[in-house]
């Protein structure tokens, strides 16, 4: 009979609907795990880059230049540069917000001198863990910069 395994000499029937179960199983966890990894791989994968340029009056107040990240969603921030290229400002100031305890804060602050600072600013070189917004905003001290691109690029990896 299907399913039924005679062992020569013994005339005695075996049941084989446990091995069936038992390799069944064996199969389900495997898929089990292919699936795992795959997510895994596709994690790891990470975030596409957030590069662009921001059109601002730099001097005339603080402007956004970009927000990375989302509310109650958990990333990790490898790099985040700005390129102040395109300014002359002696004071330029970059600041960081980001909500603590459901309230927006500033973060960081720093300020660079565009005639003489490097053109490209890294505001996150390594590894900083967010699980809000975090906003980047500018100012210049100079009215020439009014109108001018700010560029950014950065590097983002989603966390489980």
């Known amino acids: 009979m299907p399913g039924e395994f005679y062992i020569e000499g013994k005339k005695e029937k075996i049941d084989l609907t446990e091995i069936k179960n038992a390799i069944s199983e064996v199969q389900t966890s495997v898929t089990n795990v292919q699936n795992n990894v795959t997510t895994l791989v596709t ?8 590069t662009g340029s921001a059109l601002q009056n730099w001097q005339t107040a603080e402007a956004d230049v970009v927000s990375v990240g989302a509310d109650d969603t958990r990333y990790k921030v490898h790099s985040l540069l700005l390129s102040i290229h395109n300014l002359v400002g002696t004071v330029v100031t970059v600041r960081l917000y980001m909500e603590v305890n459901g309230v927006e804060r500033k973060v960081y602050e720093q300020s660079f001198d565009a005639t003489t600072d490097p053109p ?7 590894t900083v863990g ?3 917004v975090l906003r980047v905003t500018l100012q210049s001290n100079n009215a020439a910069d009014n109108g001018q691109a700010v560029d950014y690029d950065g590097m983002l990896e989603a966390m489980q």
């Open 43 to 50: 994690r790891s994968e990470g975030v596409a880059p957030v």
């Open 120 to 126: 490209g600013l890294w505001v996150v070189n390594g």
């Open 130 to 132: 967010i699980h809000e």
